[in-house]
Every structure is written in structure tokens, then in C-alpha cells.
């Protein structure tokens, strides 16, 4: 596997590749990598000719009050971890080679930022996330990208970024991948002390409540984040939102019919945590 830190030099590799007929699929990633991290470069692997990773802590998707200067980074440990998964090149730019001076263009996605993380982190967070995005999609020219459910907005954000600029890139998303007691796994897990640690395991019970719920019949959406709400409350988790909307929309659903995604962000001790997962009406259960 390469290291490579220069936009000149990811494209003459990824270039001499296409040249050759070769397929590319690219992993963005900020590093502090998980298991989660890795089925995504497994899915790459398995079906690309060349396995792009790119690490790189985007800054302009935090907030000053956010964990941009504490966010964990190992990249000597990232690197080899990608190599094992079988990545071909690693992508770790500096920030300046992403964002020189004078760098001036926003991209904004209306209406599926204005809700959950959008509202709650402020519009400069997915902003972020659609600039740094775009930007790793013109400098890799990919086939396909991959990213999680764990952050199910940012993949419709991704997917209305690519529509609506017709990016050629094929879009992927892979299944939230957990701890063996359900946590997700998420790079800010570091942050938690033992204490923390046990209680943050309530996000994943609390979205499991909401289903056991809507299994026996219920569909009343008040009814169904109560009861994930409840799971919280016990773990003495005050949640940012817990909130049950549209999975493609992300419009608010009043009464769960079919599938709807039931999405929680909380601070727990020291870390902020998001997990979600996509709620079933009785009558669906058995499609997924
Ligand atoms: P990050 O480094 O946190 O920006 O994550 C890089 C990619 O890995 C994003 O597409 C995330 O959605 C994905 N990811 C993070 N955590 C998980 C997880 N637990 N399961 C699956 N994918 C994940």
C-alpha cells in the first residue's frame, strides 16, 4: 500500500489505473479506525481493482466547540490497518493541500440538513461534509464510494450531492457494524470512561425498544420514541433528538407505516454519539 499526501500524485495513480481498465472504489475516512472502517474497505476490495483510502480530519465540517483539535489520530496504526484490509493507496493529505488559500466555495444541500445532525451541529457541519466530499470525488474520480448507515444522513446527503451535481460516482452504503453489547462502533468510543462506556449502550437498547414496540402492533410514533426515550432516560441520557423521520426525506412520520428511520444523537460523559436504525411496522417485519 501507498501513503500518498498530494492531490498531483492520487491522481497519476489512480489515472494509470483507469488508463489500464482498471475499476476504483474510495473509502473516505478521518482515521481512528474501527472495525467499521474496515468491512467498508472490505466491500471496496472486493469489488474494485483499485482500493482508494482517504484519511483525513476535515476541519470544516467541526464547530469551534467541537472535537476537531482532540479528535483521536493514529495514522502509523490506520495505515497499517488499511494495508491488512488489502487498500492499494492511502490518500493523507495536510489540510492546505485540500484547502489552500483562498479556497472560497461553499456547497449547501437544502432541506435534509436543516433536521437531526444538521440542526443540532449547525448548517457548517454538513457543509462541510458536502465541500470535502466533492472535492475527494473530483481528486479520485471513483467508480463507486463507500460509506456507513452509522451516519445515515450524511449518505442521503451524499446521495442528493451527487444527483443534483450528476457526479459520476456510484454511491455504496454498508450496515452499521457494533460492539458485541450493540454500542456502535464510532471513533469518538475512545472518549468514554468505563462508567460511560456501560451506559452508552442504552442508544442501541433505546432504538431496539422502539422496535420490540412496533412489533406488537404499535405504529404512533409519540408512543415508539417514548419508549426508546424511557431506555434513555434510565441510562441518565438526555438525547440531542430521538427522532422518528421519512429514511429518504428525512420529512417528520407521524405514524410508522412500512419502514422509518428512528435516528438518536446524546452526549455521553465525554464523547457525543449517534446511532440509528431503520424501524419496521409489524406487517413489514421479515423483508428486511
Ligand atoms: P469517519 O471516519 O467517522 O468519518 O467514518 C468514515 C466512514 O465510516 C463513514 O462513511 C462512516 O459512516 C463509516 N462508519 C463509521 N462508523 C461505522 C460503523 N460503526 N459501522 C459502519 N460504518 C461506519
Redesign the pocket.
Known amino acids: 500500500m501507498r501513503i500518498i499526501r498530494t492531490i498531483a500524485e492520487v491522481r497519476a495513480a489512480v489515472g494509470e489505473a483507469k488508463r489500464g481498465g482498471k475499476t476504483v472504489g474510495l ?11 474496515l ?2 474497505m472490505r466491500e471496496a476490495r472486493k469489488n474494485n481493482d483499485l482500493v482508494v483510502v482517504s ?1 483525513f480530519v ?1 476541519p470544516t465540517q467541526f464547530g469551534p466547540n467541537e472535537d476537531l483539535s482532540r479528535y483521536p489520530r493514529d495514522e502509523a496504526r490506520d495505515a497499517a490497518m488499511a494495508d491488512e484490509q488489502g487498500a492499494d493507496i492511502l490518500f493523507a493529505p495536510e489540510p492546505a493541500e485540500i484547502y489552500p488559500d483562498g479556497f472560497a466555495t461553499t456547497i449547501h444541500i437544502a432541506g435534509i440538513t436543516d433536521v437531526l445532525d444538521g440542526a443540532s451541529r449547525g448548517a457548517h457541519h454538513f457543509d462541510g461534509v458536502a465541500a470535502v466530499v466533492a472535492k475527494l470525488f473530483g481528486i479520485v474520480a471513483p467508480d463507486v464510494a ?6 445515515a444522513q ?2 442521503l446527503v451524499v446521495r442528493r450531492l451527487v444527483r443534483d451535481l450528476n457526479l459520476d460516482v456510484r454511491i455504496e452504503a ?5 460492539e458485541a453489547d450493540g454500542l ?5 468510543n475512545v472518549y468514554l470512561d468505563p462508567e460511560a462506556r456501560r451506559r452508552a449502550t442504552a442508544l442501541n437498547r433505546a432504538l431496539d425498544a422502539a422496535q420490540a414496540l412496533a412489533d406488537t402492533g404499535e405504529r404512533d410514533t409519540g408512543a415508539l420514541t417514548a419508549a426508546a426515550g424511557a431506555i434513555l432516560a434510565d441510562a441518565g441520557i438526555t438525547p440531542e433528538y430521538l427522532e422518528l423521520r421519512d429514511t429518504e426525506t428525512l420529512r417528520p412520520v407521524v405514524r410508522l407505516d412500512g419502514e422509518a428511520l428512528l435516528a438518536v444523537a446524546a452526549n455521553v460523559g465525554a464523547a457525543r454519539l449517534i446511532d440509528n436504525h431503520i424501524l419496521r411496522s409489524a406487517d413489514r417485519r421479515g423483508d428486511a
Open positions: 473509502v473516505p475516512t478521518m482515521g481512528a479506525f474501527h472495525a467499521g472502517h468491512s467498508l484519511l476535515n463507500y460509506f456507513g448507515q452509522k451516519d450524511q449518505v454498508c450496515p452499521i457494524v457494533r456502535a462502533m464510532s471513533s469518538r
